[in-house]
């Protein structure tokens, strides 16, 4: 079993950064594929981005490139989401997601695990 528990959303205007964190409990984390995703209102849940157990690959939904990282930090239990270049189309519930696979899966249905999620919104 794995609890997840997201922190970092807020407020900020477009153009600015923010960093989500997602802390994990259990002695396995290090173990667990991660993986971020968000759903804006009226919308599904889209996948954003994942990272694999060891940190060694990632995969990021092709509208977040080149503005948002995913890291991880397996003494810490934790994986970050550094989001730069806010939009206001980012803004979303953001969730945090364990996956018992070893890869940085970007299909939903793979996660076992998700945290309650993070509110972050984008002003213009």
């Known amino acids: 079993q794995v609890q997840l528990v997201e922190s970092g959303g807020g407020l900020v205007q477009a153009g600015g950064s923010l960093r989500l964190s997602c802390a994990a409990s259990?002695?396995?984390?290090?173990?667990?594929?991660m993986g971020w995703f968000r759903q804006a209102p009226g919308k599904e849940r889209e996948f954003v981005a994942a990272i694999s157990w060891s940190g060694a690959h990632t995969n990021y939904v092709d509208s977040v490139k080149g503005r948002f990282t995913i890291s991880r930090d397996n003494s810490k239990n934790t994986v970050y989401l550094q989001m730069n270049s806010l939009k206001p189309e980012d803004t979303a519930v953001y969730y945090c997601a364990a996956d018992r696979g070893a890869y940085a899966s970007i299909r939903e249905n793979d996660y076992d695990y998700w945290g309650q999620g993070t509110q972050v919104t984008v002003s213009s």
């Open positions: 259990g002695r396995t984390f290090s173990s667990y594929a």
